[in-house]
């Protein structure tokens, strides 16, 4: 397949952003490409409860995303889809826009090291808990380390949003999706192990610490299992809240396709 | 990149937020029971004719159509807890006139009963009433209370 019909082949299944969230950090460091140049292309079914301060329900949504990388570079977009219970009040729409980009700056025969910049796009509406309200910038690095089947991850980063933030203006994390602070240094760690037959398991934990103004510490613990066959990856994950309530538990189902 | 820049400005700009009215009581509070906005001859009709069928103690979060959890205003404690959002969300002053609720986040429908479905369009406080409210709001904060959840006092 030439590569122009590839393209049109991610944008006919509507697949327009990576996983670039906070807390899908983790998943998304784990799709390393294989090849040189490669696009991905990657949809996520996620269905979570919550209970927050002052909101609680639950929601669905379906985040489809592409990706492209380039030897030591890669691209990225994702926005979400959703419908989401709130307090009694039954809505759906987009969430907001994630962009990211990133580099290895590393890479020797067990380490690699890179940076990231991920930006986020107000396109969620606010008040339903599905957009930030804001634009955030989310720089942040990464880690890995690797020594037979075994695979550990960390990251690190500072979020913040692009706007004038009130002293005492306390509305918790937010979005209901894709809970975080206005200001936090965000962070993530993982271990994945290869099982074999092309299966992994994964064990990570993420989480926020507010900085500056007020905010609430999370941490979230996962467990994930993937698979692989061929151009297609797929993997399950369950997500908890540990600290804060960023959620009461959460699913995921990742399928990606590599061209 | 600049087109880019340029996009970011106009997102982060967009769309009517909640503003502080920018409201003060006069000091000292002219407070009679009478001639002064109180919970009593003011707050609570305003909260039960605009607010209650959703922001309400009583209710499940079920029941809420929304409105966030401990934002209840069928009591003057209930309104003390969250009246700078009272005040950002209805309120008008002399730095905004914010008309936001009640309807905002519903398409400006509203509950007919208390924990009804959307079913009418929610009745619209006129502008006195949004600038009474702001008022009202910023001199009862001010006052003491003593934790009945029923009425103003001094």
Redesign the interface.
Known sequence: MRMASRIGVVIAVGLIASAAHADHHGMAMMGAADEPTEFDASVNLVAASYNT?????DYEGILPSVGWRHDRYGVGASMGLYRIM????D?RGIGDLMVHADATVYSHEHTTAGVMMMVS??TGEE??GLGM???MVMPSLYGTWSAGRVTVNASAGFSRA??QMEAG?DHGVWPLVEPMNMSEISWGAGCDVALGSGVHGTVRAGGGIPVGLIGHERVIGAARVGWGSGRVDTAVEVQTGLVGDPFTIRGLVETALHF | MYRILILFALVACSGASPTPTGTTCADPDPITGTTTLTWDNFGHDFMFKYCTNCHSSTLPNSKRNGAPIYHDFDTLLGVLEVPDHIDEQTGWGPKAENNFMPGGGTNNRCPSVAGGSLDEDCPEPTGEERTNLAQWIACERLRSHDGSGSGSAN
Do not use: S
């Open positions: 301060l002052t909101e609680a329900g709130l307090n009694g009040l809505e796009v107000p008040i339903y309200g804001h634009p692009i706007a203006h």
